[in-house]
């Protein structure tokens, strides 16, 4: 079971907007910045945004995070068929010493 | 360009141990943490251990404290990760990473995994 709590499934199709939400507590995302990983099958993950909501260079505006008390989101705008991914929060755990992910969200362009 | 390439995956039985290792070029490996990832087959990520820019500091996830050892080589550019006691749950693709910035990011450059494989 995942520190970070994520849907397992997520779904929109193209050109619609879709929001992943990423739920923790006061020792992880209460405390400590959100950053969110892509992953496509058999692939390493890629970091897409970092500190709640830098975007590292390459990583298409389309993709933009928030972060609110003990919870955060992921919003793709413009959904695009290349999308399809599973999709990672992460973050510092002050308690656990390290960092913690969520389960991962598979995102699905219908 | 940044590189991160494992290396030292393979099956290795119950009990057994393992050093997996990492080479980096393209930056100043001496100024980033680095830290290993795993990931189980059909599962998540889940943090393994992180280490210190001067090896100063090495953090571990619960599950594999007195089991597993970080270590770097900052003349050598290189990670390593020395697995003992191996259990079957550390079957998993082991990721390498350097954090994205020289600090207070999270891994940002990874490689492409090597796979152990714990089993009889």
Redesign the interface.
Known sequence: Q?VLTQPPSASGTPGQRVTISCSGNRFNIGSN?V?W?Q?FPG?????LI??NNER?SGVPDRFSGSKSGTSASLAIGGLQSEDEADY?C???DDS?????????TTLTVL | EVQVVESGGGLVQPGGSLRLSCATSGFIFSSYWM?W?RQAPGK????VA?IKQDGSIK????SVKGRFTISRDNAKNSLDLQMNSLRAEDTAVY?CARD?LER??????????TLVTVSS
Do not use: C, I, M, R
Not at chain 2, 59 to 62: A, E, G, I, K, S
Not at chain 2, 107 to 112: I, K, M, S, T, V
């Open positions: 995942s910045t950053n990983y992953q692939t390493a993950p890629k970091l970092y500190t590292p990672y992460a973050t510092w656990l010493h390290g960092w913690v992910f969520g389960g991962g | 830290s990832v998540g990520l889940e943090w992180n953090l571990y996830v619960d990721y994205f207070d990011t999270p891994p940002g450059y990874w490689g492409q995994g």
